[in-house]
């Protein structure tokens, strides 16, 4: 190995790292920047940009393209101009031997794992070490990948605190402070890729949000989120946040017993990209605008025909690849929970009978909420086979299920359907005042 001028010239350092989404790749060259552009998800193009932005803000006139990044990333250039360097760093929050560089006459950065450099890469980005070693430059500290995956965990955990509790007043206002949180990172140097994501982001918590207020029979404020959520779609071009808007506003019209509309909202929902690509979100679709048909006389086949077609691309579907956590709760369980509206719905009480117990042998304990939800279709079922006695002790197992939390406004309402129907079979027996006299305050108070 030849020494120049006292510089080791080091061979190219070959390493493999896995980025947060699971590609691969070989990285050689600077690593270093390599590793720290596949955390922001830049492009080479977009680094350039990125850094001319920077140079604009210092009042530099100085600019790169992407030849320059292209020496950057394959160490032909190991240490670029000062401004450069300083928009460098004011772009990525770090040091610009952090990102792999050395002045001439040092020596190389060391060989290290791709996983320790980008996990230190990540602890010092942004933070107190770098804010004292990087000139001040009037650039916000840029967004990446780990910004989108700490976003996409707090959205989970409100999925999973909605399907335990079901919708309430807290839920909503920790999905709008996410989406809230998503859209204000997008003053910050991002690539368009995670601005898209971002969006993203802030449409799955809006749709929570409106979801949530839709549990809860909020319905004028979910109408509002359903709204922003659309647009926010919209600006994230991603069809299956589309998809779960539509979805929501199937979900909200029928509460507002708007039928029509909810069958063309579940249209719009089948119409969307992500349904033509995976038939797990075609046959919600389809689930969806069966339950519209069902509430509408003299549409008994079509709503059949939609139930057809939900089963149909379920049983296509292949139920272990990943999505997003919203539609977690679509599957097997779920389809015969909506079966059980629709042909009760349909004046078929005994199938939905049937269909209400093997939704309730496929649901996971986790789902707590749609577990009471198809406790009380059960107990709907059964009264409307003439079972008073049965089905009232049936809805006892609703409010034993929910028993640590309120019922949802959408529950309550579900129990009210159950209280009237009891007493315009059955005003004078006595299962019926009894279940009066037991459950009125629990099922009527928020």
Not at 56 to 70: F, K, L, P, Y
Not at 87 to 95: D, G, H, P, S, Y
Not at 319 to 334: H, K, M, N, V
């Amino acid at each position: 190995m030849r020494v120049v001028a006292g510089t080791r010239k080091f061979p190219p350092i070959a390493v493999h790292w896995t980025r947060p989404h699971g590609y691969r790749e070989c990285v050689t060259g600077n690593f270093r920047l390599k590793i720290a552009m596949a955390e922001r998800d830049f492009s080479q193009v977009e680094l350039a940009s990125a850094v001319n932005a920077a140079l604009r803000d210092a009042g530099e006139r100085d600019s790169v393209g992407e030849r320059t990044v292209r020496t950057w990333l394959t160490a032909k250039s190991r240490w670029p101009q000062r401004a450069k360097r300083e928009a460098l760093e004011a772009v990525f929050r770090c040091t610009a031997e952090d990102l792999g560089f050395y002045p001439p006459g040092s020596p190389a950065p060391p060989s290290e794992d791709a996983d320790v450099i980008r996990r230190r890469f990540l602890a010092n980005a942004g933070g107190a070490a770098a804010a004292a070693t990087i000139p001040l430059i009037a650039t916000r500290p840029a967004v990446g990948t780990s910004d989108v995956i700490k976003l996409r965990d707090q959205l989970d955990a409100l999925t999973a605190l909605d399907a335990e509790r079901g919708g309430h007043a807290a839920l909503e206002k920790a999905a709008l402070a996410g989406a809230q949180e998503a859209v204000e990172l997008q003053k910050r140097t991002a690539t368009g890729r995670i601005r898209q994501r971002l969006f993203s982001i802030a449409g799955d918590f809006t749709a929570v949000a409106a979801w949530s207020c839709i549990d809860g029979r909020q319905l004028d404020q979910a109408s509002a989120h359903l709204d922003r959520a659309v647009s926010l779609a919209g600006l994230s071009q991603n069809s299956c946040v589309l998809m779960q808007a539509w979805n929501l506003r199937a979900l909200h019209a029928r509460q507002r017993q708007e039928f029509g509309e909810a069958i063309a909202a579940a249209q719009a929902a089948q119409s969307t990209a992500i349904t033509r690509r995976d038939p797990l979100y075609a046959s919600l679709a389809h689930a969806r605008t069966a339950i519209g048909y069902a509430n509408i006389p003299g549409e008994r086949r079509a709503a059949l025909r939609s139930l057809g077609y939900a089963e149909e691309t379920l049983s296509r579907a292949d139920l272990d690849q990943p999505r997003p956590s919203w539609i977690a709760f679509y599957g097997p369980a779920e389809l015969y929970a909506i079966t059980a509206i629709v042909r009760d719905q349909l004046g078929d009480p005994a199938d939905a009978e049937a269909a209400s117990y093997k939704a309730l042998a496929k649901l996971p304990e986790t789902y707590r909420r749609n577990r009471a939800h198809a406790t009380a279709r059960l107990a709907l079922a059964q009264l409307h086979q003439g079972d008073l006695e049965q089905a009232c002790a049936t809805t006892g197992k609703v409010f034993a299920i929910m028993a640590k939390d309120p019922l949802p406004g959408r529950m309550r309402s579900l129990l009210g359907d159950f209280h009237r129907d009891l007493i315009t079979r059955a005003p004078t027996a006595t299962v019926a005042r009894e279940w009066a006299d037991l459950y009125r305050t629990q099922w009527s108070t928020p």
